[in-house]
């Protein structure tokens, strides 16, 4: 149990489709992240959410958008995708956004494959 | 701006031989450092951190890491490596927003 619960664990779906990943935290923290992790490629920070609030973008497509409703809990919503989307979705919290806040928990990843 | 290197994309040992995984980073300011590791099909885990204080540091599962700031390295050893431990290892930097990962390395320990 790593205290960042992701699901689905799995998703498969076509580009036309529209799905959401969902994480939540049971750790008390105020920041949550989603990284995208593809075969060969570092881990690529997407989100950054600070109590609630974005703090982050690192540029990406807006077929992904993501949803922070609480400090708990944080989705991404998911539409029109493309095969190279298909990835290990990765969701983290911390305490805090600041250098000095320690270290990220991770959930499992939720496999995306896109046909 | 914040970024880690990892030399090694492959590092092979025997079952009960010291393992090394290496690691270099570069910072501005002061450098905060971590180490996680990978099985397949699932998420990372945090193995140990370096903020402050004594260069040595342990971590989980007999890992330790060493802090060398004149060498700008922060390298992952353990004395004696399990089957077990054969997995992906990260080594990252913490800026305000983000956690930068290395390229990440495969160990494996062969029996």
């Known amino acids: 149990e790593t205290g960042v619960t992701q699901t689905p664990r799995h998703l498969v779906m076509g580009m036309t489709n529209k799905k959401s990943l969902k994480c939540e935290q049971h750790?008390?923290?105020?920041?949550m992240y989603w990284y995208k992790q593809s075969a060969k490629k570092p881990l690529e920070l997407m989100f950054v959410?600070?109590?609630?609030?974005?703090?982050e973008n690192n540029s990406v497509p807006s077929r992904f958008s993501p949803e922070c409703p609480n400090s708990s809990h944080l989705f991404l919503h998911l539409h029109t995708l493309q095969p190279e989307d298909s990835a290990l979705y990765l969701c983290a919290s911390s305490q805090g956004t600041g250098p000095g806040t320690g270290e990220l928990f991770f959930g499992e990843g939720s496999r995306l494959t896109v046909l | 701006a914040q970024s880690v290197a990892q030399p090694e994309d492959q590092v092979n040992v025997a079952e009960g031989n010291p393992l090394t995984v290496k690691c270099t980073y570069s910072?501005?300011?002061?450098?905060?450092l971590f180490w996680y590791v990978q099985y397949p099909n699932r998420g990372l885990q945090f193995l140990l951190k370096?903020?402050?204080?004594?260069?040595l540091v342990k971590g989980s599962y007999g890992f330790e890491a060493e802090f060398n700031k004149s060498q700008t390295s922060f390298h992952l050893k353990k004395p004696s490596a399990l089957v077990s431990d054969s997995a992906l290892y990260f080594c990252a930097v913490r800026s305000a927003n983000n956690l930068f990962f290395g390229t990440g390395t495969r160990l494996t320990v062969i029996p």
């Open positions: 959410y600070s109590l609630e609030e974005r703090v």
């Open positions: 750790l008390g923290h105020n920041a």
């Open positions: 370096y903020i402050t204080g004594d260069n």
């Open positions: 910072v501005s300011g002061n450098p905060y």
